[in-house]
C-alpha cells in the first residue's frame, strides 16, 4: 500500500516550466537594457541615462 | 555629471539592482522549492465543499491531486507574492529602525535619502521579477484553462451522449442500486473513485492521493479498475458502466413457475447465442454457480424446488466479449414477496427494471381449475393465489414509486403451457391470440390494465419442457424480445412470438372488449 505521496510530478513541471519562462523573460529583459539579445531596443530607451552616467563611454 | 560621480552611482543602482532580483529568487525558491504551499488532494476537497456543497445523489470531490491551473498555480502565486513582501519588508526593517525620528534623520540627511532610493531601487526591481513572473502564470493558467476546460466539457458531452445511446449504467446485484457509472477502487490505496469524469482532477488521467494514476472516463476506467457500487462499495463486473445494462426481474404468484422459467429462458437464450456463436458468461463467481445449478435442473428434467424467501435473487450474464459485450441482470424473488410488493426492500429491483416478465400460472386460473380435476392441479403444482393480484400489487409499487410503467415492456409469460397441451387444451401461440384466450378464460383486467400501463405488452405460452422444434412454447422467446428491444444484439432464433404485431394497449383493449362481448 502507498503512502500519500508529496509534490506530484505534473505540479513539479508546471512549476519548472513556468519557472523557466519567467526567467527566460528576466533575462531577455535585462540582455535587453545592457545593448544584447533579442530586446536591443530596450537599450535606446534608457539611453540617456546611461550617457548622463557615462557608462556608454565604458571601454572607449 | 563627473564621471567618477556617474560610476559611483551606477554602481550603486547595480548593487540595488541585484538586491532586488536576489530579494526575489530568495522568494520565489522559498514559495516554489522549500516551503510551498501545496494543496492537497483532501484540501482541495475541502474547500470545493465548501464553495458548491454536493447536493442529494451527488458525492464530493473525490481525493485526487488537482490539476495545477485550478488551484496550485494560484496557490503558488500567492505564496509568492507573500514571500516578496516580506522580504521586502525585512530590508526595509533596519533603515526605519535607524532613521525612525527626525532629528536623526537631518544630522545625517544625504545617507537617509539615498539609502531610501537604494531600497526603492532594489523594491521595484523585486516587484519587477515579481510581476513578470505574475504575468506568466496567469497567461500560463489562463491558456491551460481555457484548454482544458472546454476539452473536459466536450468530453463529458460525449460520454454522457454515449450512456444515453448505449444505455450504460452500474446494477449492483448486491443492493440493487443503479448508478449511471460505479465508483472506482484505487489499486494502490483504499480510496474509491466515485465521479471519473473528465475536470478539474484531470483529463485523461489523474493521480490518486497515494500517487497511484488512474484513467478517466468509464469507458476507459471500466476495463483497468475494479469497478464498487456507488451505494454499498460491493464489487461489479469489469465493464459496468461502459457498456449496455439490461435489467429484466421475473415476477409471479408462489409456484407459478418463475425460477424455472427464468433457468428455461436462459438455457434457450444460451442455445441460440452458441449456434450464432456469441459469447455467453457469468462475470461473478454467485451467478456462474446458481446458473449452474439451475441450468443443471433444466436440462436434467428435474423438478425446480420452492425459491426460499432468502435465497439469492438476482443473476448477472454478460453476452458478447469485451468492450463491444453487454450485462444483463436477470431478477427472481420468491413469490412471498409479491404478495405485499410495496414493502420497500426486498423488491428493490423493480424500480429499476427496463423490461418485465409476469409469470402466469395458467393452472390458477379460476376457469381452468373448474375444468381440470384435482390430480391434474396437483401435478402441476398449481399456484393458489388469484394471479390478477400480484400483478396489481406490482403494478401498483410502480405507481407508488413514481417510475413510469408507460416506459417499460412488460412480458406476460403463460407458463406450464406442455401441462396443459396435454391436459387437451388447445392453446394459441401468437401474442393476441393468448391475450384473447385469456381474457376468454376471465383474466381480462390483466389484460387490459397490462395493455393500458405498459409502453408494450406481448403475451407467450412457454414450456420448460418438451419445446417443439419450429420454437413453439419456447421459454427463451420472452426473454429474447425484451433484450432485443433494449438493443441488446442477440441473434434471431426460435421465436414463437416473432410472428405477431406489437401487442400495444389501444388495440388489445378494444379485442379485449370484443372477446368479453
Partial sequence: MKTAMRTPPHTVAYRSFISGITLLILLALGSGLAGHGPLTSLHQLVQPITHALHLDRIGE | ?517
Fill in chain 2, 1 to 517: 555629471m563627473n564621471y567618477h560621480v556617474g560610476y559611483s552611482i551606477a554602481a550603486v543602482i547595480a548593487c540595488a539592482l541585484v538586491l532586488g532580483v536576489s530579494l526575489f529568487a530568495v522568494a520565489f525558491v522559498q514559495a516554489l522549492v522549500r516551503d510551498p504551499d501545496l494543496i492537497e488532494p483532501a484540501t482541495a476537497r475541502d474547500e470545493q465543499a465548501k464553495a458548491k456543497p454536493a447536493g442529494p445523489g451527488e458525492f464530493p470531490l473525490d481525493l485526487a491531486w488537482p490539476y495545477y491551473p485550478f488551484r496550485q498555480g494560484w496557490a503558488d502565486l500567492e505564496r509568492t507574492r507573500l514571500n516578496v513582501a516580506r522580504r521586502n519588508a525585512q530590508v526595509w526593517r533596519p533603515g526605519r529602525a535607524l532613521f525612525d525620528n527626525a532629528a536623526g534623520w537631518w544630522i545625517v540627511f544625504p545617507v537617509p535619502l539615498a539609502l531610501v532610493i537604494f531600497l526603492s531601487v532594489a523594491s521595484v526591481a523585486c516587484a519587477f521579477c515579481f510581476l513578470v513572473y505574475a504575468l506568466v502564470t496567469v497567461v500560463g493558467n489562463g491558456a491551460s484553462l481555457a484548454l482544458l476546460v472546454p476539452s473536459a466539457a466536450i468530453m463529458r458531452g460525449w460520454e454522457r451522449m454515449r450512456r444515453g445511446r448505449m444505455r450504460t449504467q452500474a446494477t449492483c446485484m448486491t443492493c440493487f442500486h443503479v448508478a449511471q457509472w460505479p465508483a472506482y477502487q484505487c489499486p494502490g490505496c483504499p480510496h474509491t473513485h466515485r465521479d471519473v469524469r473528465p475536470g478539474r482532477l484531470g483529463l485523461l488521467i489523474r493521480r490518486c492521493e497515494c500517487g497511484t494514476h488512474l484513467p478517466l472516463m468509464a469507458l476507459r476506467a471500466a476495463w483497468r479498475l475494479t469497478a464498487v457500487c456507488q451505494r454499498c462499495g460491493a464489487p461489479l463486473p469489469p465493464g459496468a458502466g461502459a457498456v449496455r445494462d439490461i435489467r429484466i426481474p421475473v415476477f409471479g404468484d408462489i409456484s407459478a413457475g418463475k425460477t424455472r422459467f427464468l433457468f428455461a429462458s436462459l438455457n434457450s437464450v444460451m442455445q441460440t447465442s452458441r449456434r450464432a456463436r456469441l459469447a455467453v458468461g457469468f462475470p461473478d463467481t454467485d451467478s456462474r454457480k446458481l446458473a449452474e445449478f439451475g441450468l443443471s435442473i433444466i436440462r436434467s428434467g428435474r423438478e425446480t424446488a420452492k425459491t426460499s424467501t432468502n435465497a439469492q435473487v438476482g443473476l448477472t450474464l454478460r453476452l458478447g466479449t469485451g468492450r463491444r459485450s453487454e450485462l444483463v441482470h436477470l431478477f427472481d424473488a420468491a413469490g412471498e414477496h409479491f404478495r405485499d410488493a410495496r414493502r420497500p426492500d426486498a423488491l428493490r429491483f423493480l424500480d429499476d427494471s427496463q423490461g418485465l416478465v409476469y409469470v402466469l400460472d395458467p393452472f390458477s386460473i379460476e376457469d381452468i381449475r373448474k375444468r381440470l380435476g384435482g390430480t391434474a392441479l396437483r401435478l402441476a403444482h398449481a399456484a393458489a393465489g388469484d394471479p390478477e393480484l400480484t400483478y396489481d400489487e406490482v403494478a401498483s409499487r410502480l405507481r407508488d414509486s413514481g417510475i413510469p410503467a408507460s416506459n417499460q415492456r412488460l412480458a406476460v409469460v403463460v407458463s406450464k403451457a406442455d401441462l396443459l397441451r396435454s391436459a387437451g387444451f388447445d392453446l394459441p401461440t401468437d401474442s393476441e391470440a393468448i391475450a384473447r384466450w385469456l381474457s376468454g378464460i376471465g383474466v381480462h383486467n390483466l389484460v387490459l390494465a397490462a395493455g393500458r400501463e405498459f409502453a408494450e405488452v406481448r403475451f407467450f405460452m412457454v414450456a420448460s419442457q418438451e419445446v417443439a422444434p419450429d420454437g413453439q412454447d419456447d421459454p427463451g422467446a420472452p426473454l429474447r424480445w425484451l433484450l432485443t428491444a433494449h438493443g441488446a444484439r442477440l441473434p434471431v432464433g426460435q421465436d414463437s412470438a416473432a410472428t405477431p404485431g406489437r401487442h400495444r394497449s389501444t388495440p388489445v383493449a378494444s379485442e379485449v372488449a370484443e372477446a368479453r362481448s
